[in-house]
C-alpha cells in the first residue's frame, strides 16, 4: 500500500513538473525570438545587464515585458477555464464562450471610448473586471442553479453576442476612424508592444483573481459530489459561487485590460489535462494554469514565426486553434450515449 501512495505521489508531482519546465522553456523561448535575431547567450546577459545597450534594452523593455504578459494571460485562461467548468459541472464552459470574455472587452473599449483610460491608468482594467464580474452574473441569472450544456452555451451565445454588438457600436460611433482601427486591432488580441508598465498594472488584478480561484479547489471537488453532499460537508455554494464568478472576473478582465480577446485557451487547456489529474476539479486548476501559460506562450511565440509582412494577431491563431478542438467535442457528445444534456 505504501508503495502505491508513492507511486501516485510521484505520478502527481511529474505533471506539473513537467508544465513547470515547459513554460520556462517556453519564456526563454520568447525572449529571443523577434525581428532582430539575438543569441541566446546574449540574451541572457542582457536581461540583466545593468547598462543601457541596445540588446539590453531590446530583451527588458520588449521581450521580457511580452513574455511575462503570455505567461500571466495564459495561466489566467487556464484557471479561470478549469474553474468554471467545475463550478458549472460542465465541460464545454470557459471565458470566451460564456460571455466574460468579450464583456471584459466591452467594458475595456467603453473605458478607451470614453477617454476614461487617459484619465487614470487604472480605469482600463477596472472596466474590463467590471464588464467580467457583470457578465458571469447575467449568465448565473439566466442559466440557473443546475444548467444544461445547452443552456450554457445559448446563455453564453447571447451575452458574447449582445458585448460583441455593442463594441461594434462604439467602433461605428467613434468620431475618430484612427480610434476606431485601433480598437479592432486591439480586439484581435496580441502582447506587441507592451511594458513593464501595463505587467504591474494587471499583475495585482490578476494574482487577486488566482488567489480566489484556488481558494475554490476543495470546494469544486466536493461539487462533484453534489450540491447537497458539498453542504453537508461544510462547504458554503455562495461562497464558493462568489469566489469562482470574481476570481474569473479579476483575472480575465485584467487579462483581456492588456492583451485584448484571445480565446479558447480556457476551454482547450482544461480537456487536455483533466484525465492526467484523475478528473479531480481542485487538481486541474495548477495544472490549467501552468498549460495556459505554456500553451500562449506557445502561440505567441508562433505568431512570431509566421511570415508575414505584419505581425500575425495572437487572438487569431488561438481561434484557428479552438475552433476546430471545440467542433471536435461537439462530436465527440453526439456520439457518447445521452448525447447533450
Same mark, same amino acid.
Given at each position: #500500500?505504501?508503495?502505491?501512495?508513492?507511486?501516485?505521489?510521484?505520478?502527481?508531482? *511529474?505533471?506539473?513538473?513537467?508544465?513547470?519546465?515547459?513554460?520556462?522553456?517556453?519564456?526563454?523561448? $520568447?525572449?529571443?525570438?523577434?525581428?532582430?535575431?539575438?543569441?541566446? *547567450?546574449?540574451?541572457?546577459?542582457?536581461?540583466?545587464?545593468?547598462?543601457?545597450?541596445?540588446?539590453?534594452?531590446?530583451?527588458?523593455?520588449?521581450?521580457?515585458?511580452?513574455?511575462?504578459?503570455?505567461?500571466?494571460?495564459?495561466?489566467?485562461?487556464?484557471?479561470?477555464?478549469?474553474?468554471?467548468?467545475?463550478?458549472?459541472?460542465?465541460?464545454?464552459?470557459?471565458?470566451?464562450?460564456?460571455? @466574460?470574455?468579450?464583456? +471584459?472587452?466591452?467594458?475595456?473599449?467603453?473605458?478607451?471610448?470614453?477617454?476614461?483610460?487617459?484619465?487614470?491608468?487604472?480605469?482600463?482594467?477596472?472596466?474590463?473586471?467590471?464588464?467580467?464580474?457583470?457578465? @458571469?452574473?447575467?449568465?448565473?441569472?439566466?442559466?440557473?442553479?443546475?444548467?444544461?450544456?445547452?443552456?450554457?452555451?445559448?446563455?453564453?451565445?447571447?451575452?458574447?453576442?449582445?458585448?460583441?454588438?455593442?463594441? $461594434?457600436?462604439?467602433?461605428?460611433?467613434?468620431?475618430?476612424?484612427? +480610434?476606431?482601427?485601433?480598437?479592432?486591432?486591439? #480586439?484581435?488580441?496580441?502582447?506587441?508592444?507592451?511594458?513593464?508598465?501595463?505587467?504591474?498594472?494587471?499583475?495585482?488584478? #490578476?494574482?487577486?483573481?488566482?488567489? #480566489?480561484?484556488?481558494?475554490?479547489?476543495?470546494?469544486?471537488?466536493?461539487?462533484?459530489?453534489?450540491?447537497? @453532499?458539498?453542504?453537508?460537508?461544510?462547504?458554503?455554494?455562495?461562497?464558493?459561487?462568489?469566489?469562482?464568478?470574481?476570481?474569473?472576473?479579476?483575472?480575465?478582465?485584467?487579462?483581456?485590460?492588456?492583451?485584448?480577446?484571445?480565446?479558447?485557451?480556457?476551454?482547450?487547456?482544461?480537456?487536455?489535462?483533466?484525465?492526467?489529474?484523475?478528473?479531480?476539479?481542485?487538481?486541474?486548476?495548477?495544472?490549467?494554469?501552468?498549460?495556459?501559460?505554456?500553451?500562449?506562450?506557445?502561440?505567441?511565440?508562433?505568431?512570431?514565426?509566421?511570415?508575414?509582412?505584419?505581425?500575425?494577431?495572437?487572438?487569431?491563431? @488561438?481561434?484557428?486553434?479552438? +475552433?476546430?478542438?471545440?467542433?471536435?467535442?461537439?462530436?465527440?457528445?453526439?456520439?457518447?450515449?445521452?448525447?447533450?444534456?
Amino acid at each position: #500500500m505504501t508503495t502505491i501512495v508513492a507511486t501516485r505521489e510521484k505520478a502527481g508531482l *511529474a505533471l506539473p513538473l513537467g508544465l513547470g519546465l515547459g513554460v520556462a522553456g517556453l519564456f526563454a523561448l $520568447s525572449l529571443c525570438l523577434g525581428s532582430v535575431p539575438i543569441p541566446a *547567450a546574449e540574451v541572457g546577459r542582457a536581461l540583466f545587464a545593468a547598462e543601457t545597450s541596445p540588446t539590453a534594452i531590446i530583451v527588458q523593455d520588449i521581450r521580457l515585458p511580452r513574455a511575462i504578459l503570455g505567461a500571466a494571460v495564459g495561466a489566467s485562461l487556464g484557471l479561470s477555464g478549469a474553474a468554471l467548468q467545475g463550478l458549472l459541472r460542465n465541460p464545454l464552459a470557459e471565458p470566451a464562450i460564456v460571455g @466574460t470574455s468579450s464583456s +471584459a472587452a466591452l467594458g475595456a473599449v467603453l473605458a478607451l471610448y470614453y477617454g476614461f483610460a487617459q484619465i487614470s491608468p487604472l480605469a482600463l482594467p477596472l472596466f474590463a473586471i467590471g464588464g467580467a464580474i457583470l457578465a @458571469t452574473v447575467l449568465l448565473f441569472a439566466l442559466v440557473g442553479r443546475d444548467p444544461g450544456v445547452l443552456a450554457i452555451i445559448l446563455a453564453g451565445v447571447a451575452l458574447s453576442s449582445l458585448g460583441g454588438s455593442l463594441i $461594434s457600436v462604439a467602433i461605428n460611433l467613434s468620431p475618430d476612424p484612427h +480610434a476606431a482601427l485601433e480598437i479592432v486591432f486591439w #480586439m484581435l488580441g496580441s502582447l506587441a508592444e507592451r511594458s513593464m508598465d501595463q505587467v504591474w498594472l494587471a499583475a495585482p488584478f #490578476m494574482a487577486a483573481g488566482w488567489l #480566489m480561484l484556488l481558494r475554490a479547489a476543495p470546494g469544486l471537488d466536493a461539487l462533484t459530489l453534489g450540491e447537497e @453532499t458539498a453542504q453537508s460537508l461544510g462547504f458554503s455554494l455562495s461562497r464558493l459561487r462568489a469566489l469562482v464568478v470574481v476570481g474569473c472576473a479579476c483575472a480575465v478582465g485584467a487579462g483581456v485590460a492588456v492583451s485584448g480577446s484571445i480565446g479558447f485557451i480556457g476551454l482547450v487547456v482544461p480537456h487536455l489535462l483533466r484525465p492526467l489529474v484523475g478528473h479531480r476539479p481542485g487538481r486541474l486548476l495548477p495544472a490549467s494554469a501552468l498549460g495556459g501559460a505554456a500553451l500562449l506562450l506557445a502561440a505567441d511565440c508562433g505568431v512570431r514565426l509566421i511570415p508575414s509582412h505584419q505581425e500575425f494577431k495572437l487572438g487569431v491563431l @488561438t481561434a484557428l486553434i479552438g +475552433a476546430p478542438f471545440f467542433l471536435m467535442l461537439v462530436l465527440d457528445a453526439r456520439r457518447r450515449p445521452g448525447g447533450w444534456r
